[in-house]
């Protein structure tokens, strides 16, 4: 079995930086010592191992086919799910008395970094009913939870989010799917189409169940006439399913994610019987779905920074065995050559990806954690760490997503011509990876909501404590001769981040929101730097205490390369922060000032 | 039925091995302890299966070691098994082991008393049959299927060299299972949750007096780097497998 996955270092952010058993404290998650711990996250790695892991390469070789109106997929895919189902994970948050276990997000998010690095492709599927089951334990009726969840959570049901419309991407208030009462609101006809819909027709299940956006007649224009429905493929009636006209058109064929099937879905069109439950309250569906958009928002962060793990640990082992060359300094031809990572460069790109997948981990976990917490906790706790959860989801999100693509390309480059050919599975992982940072709002997206939103949201105090928590980790660096230079450095990039964001504002109080949003991108890019020197820092503190108390074998060498990957991220990635600070303080105007006719 | 599974302690299979300057222990640091997978995959699932079916009963894990052997011990009980044991004790040799499992199940009127094979760290293949000495109790090994219609006699098919062999015998025996016997099962959430509650007896071990002790390991020797030939020097190649590899 090939790595993809470090469970030390998942122990590592779990039990050493984030001591996750601490959220005992908590009533709901009594129970969730280390020991529990430790046995799910092997669970979690033995059902990888034999359910998701073999068959990564095989969905991608037999991708998922549309074939006269049925969508087949890989025959691993039904097995996989009900796995997942009976392993208890679809439901693992959920409350016991509807078969949940309690599991607090940062655990199960620990988890779900397994699947996804073991198969992505198969492992989104349950997590995607999971938060299709969401919306309806949150906000539907008892009669909706008491049809659809127990299908959902034991697996025999598929769960999707249907958002996106042929002229509603982004913008979701100019969407038009239509919803008209019949017998009072007992249930409404659906009208119109979905696109792009993530698992939205597979026969890896029994019944497909659609939470899906659509006004109601006569509803408000813009997101404020937006309701929720469950739409199901086939409706339960008397003691079977019925058609519900619900008819996939196709699917699209993808650049990766093959085995992972998005499809074209039509409502009514065909017998204009197609049905959907009214979930909580008319025209409150946005509001609702964008109460999960923050977990679905993370799950993203996860499937990329997963899939980067799983190219990182590919391309290590090749350059572990294969030999190349030999050093500059060695002339002599009758030496036999090196293995690849005797030379720095593959090493540099061996750090860079390290830094990626490890950092990225550090930071999901972490807002999974205040997430817990949030949920949890009361008072000022709660409020703080809802602020900071909110304020770095988007990085959670970008951050693994487009830093990973140059993870994983790095990784090919490892491998060199080898890894552009099907004979190992980095040029799979390019190609999946790649849709992370357009899945759940784009990276544009998130550089808009995080500095037209989170950075000012509640007069900027989300800030305030992200440099307060910052501040922390400097101040311990700084008792430690080896990183207290790399402290002073984070130091200054934090300064100059603040000093750059006052310029910003004062520019957009002066110039207006296009000019204070244009970059927005780029500045999250360089705020992305500061968090992540932030997380580095963190990991780094932590492994010069381990090894500073005696350390042998796997052990020092695990911490060790903490210490130099924090170091190669100091010296290496941090230094880009400089570069983007020059960008965002020009007064040039670039981008605004480009007329469009000019890009011929 | 009363079943009782024998539940040892290894390394992990991806472990690299390293041993302390005296050469005699491991050094377990950072070492990754997993459930011995002939134990789990095959014993204790075998004795679920039959704990399941309309004979009913119950399955008692037991393991010989320290407090440091809990969590392998709660991830039997995750898996299904009622109720553990734990012999308290940190034992030099297989016969210790054994002793302590034959002293324990002399109060219990077991039925079965399954184990793997073998553990995949020392591969010593003795406890079970030791357990059976001790006991004066019927012993079959290697067993890769094992059914039984009333619970007081069982056919066991047993891999020999070349085949199989079937046998029979009355209960109660003392097998060693190999693979085959059952399909690893994978504890769910649910049972990881319940583990907790349910009992882990740690009992303190009989008299024993160790009759021998390892005073030293040593590892294999490391493997040679690959050394490529070009396809056109067949005399280089042949040279070198007579020469250095000294197999032809």
């Known amino acids: ?32 010592d280390k020991e529990s711990i430790d046995m799910a996250l092997d669970a979690a790695k033995q059902l990888s191992d034999q359910y998701l892991y073999p068959f990564y390469r095989e969905m991608d070789k037999n991708k998922a086919v549309y074939d006269n109106g049925t969508v087949k997929v890989h025959p691993c895919m039904r097995p996989g799910i009900k796995a997942l189902a009976e392993g208890g994970w679809i439901s693992a948050h959920d409350e016991f008395e509807v078969g949940g276990q309690q599991m607090p997000y940062t655990l199960l998010n620990a988890c779900t970094f397994i699947f996804h690095a073991a198969n992505a492709n198969l492992s989104c599927h349950p997590f995607l009913t999971t938060g299709a089951a969401n919306l309806i334990r949150n906000f539907g009726s008892p009669e909706l939870n008491e049809t659809y969840i127990p299908n959902l959570y034991n697996g025999d049901w598929q769960g999707t989010m249907a958002l996106t419309e042929p002229q509603a991407g982004s913008s979701l208030s100019d969407i038009t ?24 027709d597979h026969d890896g299940v029994d019944n497909v169940v659609h939470l899906l956006l659509a006004r109601i007649k006569g509803a408000p224009a813009g997101t404020k006439g937006i309701s929720l429905f469950v739409v199901p493929k086939y409706r339960p009636e ?24 998005a499809a074209h879905l039509m409502l009514g069109e065909q017998h204009d019987d197609c049905r959907g439950y009214l979930v909580g309250q008319a025209n409150a569906g946005l509001k609702y779905m964008f109460q999960m958009m923050n977990e679905a928002r993370i ?24 030999p190349q060359g030999r050093h500059p300094s060695n002339k002599d031809l009758t030496l036999p050559q090196v293995l690849i990572i005797e030379h720095a460069d593959v090493r540099r790109m061996l750090l860079y990806q390290k830094a990626v997948v490890e950092g990225s981990i550090a930071l999901l976990m972490l807002c999974s954690y205040y997430g817990d917490v949030s949920h949890q906790s009361t008072g000022e706790e709660a409020q703080n760490a809802h602020l900071l959860f909110e304020l770095l989801t988007p990085i959670a999100k970008s951050y693994p997503s487009e830093w990973g693509i140059h993870a994983v390309s790095m990784g090919m480059q490892v491998l060199g011509g080898a890894g552009y050919t099907d004979d190992f599975p980095l040029e799979q992982h390019y190609r999946d990876i790649r849709v992370n940072a357009i899945y759940e709002g784009t990276t544009t997206i998130h550089g808009l909501d995080l500095l037209g939103r989170k950075l000012t949201m509640e007069n900027g105090k989300a800030a305030m404590l992200l440099g307060q928590e910052i501040q922390k980790e400097v101040q311990t660096a700084l008792t430690m001769p080896a990183l207290a230079p790399y402290a002073e450095k984070l130091g200054k990039v934090g300064a100059g981040l603040q000093e750059t964001l006052g310029k910003l504002v004062q520019t957009g109080m002066q110039e207006g929101p296009e000019v204070y949003l244009a970059d927005a991108t780029i500045f999250l890019e360089y705020f992305s730097y500061l968090v992540m020197g932030w997380m580095w820092l963190k990991q780094a503190n932590l492994a010069q205490k381990a090894l500073d108390a005696g350390q042998s074998g796997s052990e020092k060498l695990f911490y060790e390369s903490k210490i130099q990957t924090c170091l190669y991220y100091f010296e290496y990635e941090l230094p880009k922060a400089t570069a983007l600070k020059v960008t965002l303080n020009s007064s040039a105007r670039v981008t605004l000032g480009t007329r469009p006719e000019v890009l011929v | ?7 040892s302690k290894t390394p992990d299979t991806t472990t690299k091995i390293v041993f302390n300057a005296a050469g005699n222990e491991l050094d377990t640091n950072g070492v990754q302890y997993i459930m011995n997978p002939y134990d789990e995959w095959y014993a204790l699932v075998r004795a679920l299966e039959l704990k399941e079916s309309p004979l009913g009963g119950s399955v008692t894990i037991i393991n010989v070691g320290p407090d440091a052997n809990d969590a392998i011990i709660r991830k039997g009980l995750a898996i299904g098994a009622d109720e553990a044991v734990r012999i308290n004790a940190d034992p030099k040799s297989a016969l210790n082991v054994a002793f302590q499992i034959a002293e324990y199940a002399k109060q219990g009127n077991f039925d079965m008393i399954l184990l793997g094979k073998e553990t995949i760290d020392y591969n010593g293949s003795e406890i079970g049959a030791m357990v059976a000495e001790f006991l004066d109790l019927p012993f079959i090994s290697y067993a890769s ?22 046998v029979e015998v009355a209960t109660p025996f003392v097998l060693s299972a190999a693979k085959g016997l059952a399909e690893q099962r994978i504890p769910n959430m649910k049972g990881i949750m319940m583990a907790k509650s349910k009992p882990l007896n740690v009992l303190a071990p009989a008299p024993f007096d160790e009759l ?7 590892l294999p020797p490391a493997k040679a780097s690959v050394r490529m030939i070009a396809p056109e020097n067949m005399e280089e190649l042949v040279r070198l497998l007579h020469e250095e590899a000294k197999v032809i």
């Open chain 1, 1 to 32: 079995m090939e790595q993809y996955v470090s469970s030390r270092n998942l122990r590592f952010v779990i039990h050493e930086m984030l001591n996750t058993a601490e959220l005992q404290r908590f009533e709901r998650f009594q129970g969730y």
């Open chain 1, 177 to 200: 799917s239509s919803a008209e009462p019949v017998n009072g609101g007992e249930y409404y006809k659906i009208k119109g189409q979905k696109i792009y819909i993530s698992g939205g």
């Open chain 1, 238 to 261: 008397g003691d079977g399913l019925v058609f519900n006209d619900v008819t996939t058109a196709g699917i699209y064929g993808k650049m990766g994610q093959k085995g992972y099937v």
């Open chain 1, 299 to 322: 799950g993203t962060g996860m499937v990329a920074a997963a899939t980067a793990s799983a190219a990182y640990y590919a391309s290590l082992k090749y350059a572990n065995e294969r």
């Open chain 2, 1 to 7: 039925m009363k079943l009782l599974v024998c539940v």
């Open chain 2, 145 to 166: 299927k094992l059914d039984t219609a009333d619970g007081k006699t069982a056919t066991i098919q047993r891999d020999i060299e070349g085949g199989i062999e079937v």
């Open chain 2, 212 to 218: 021998s002790v390892p005073v030293h390991y040593d």
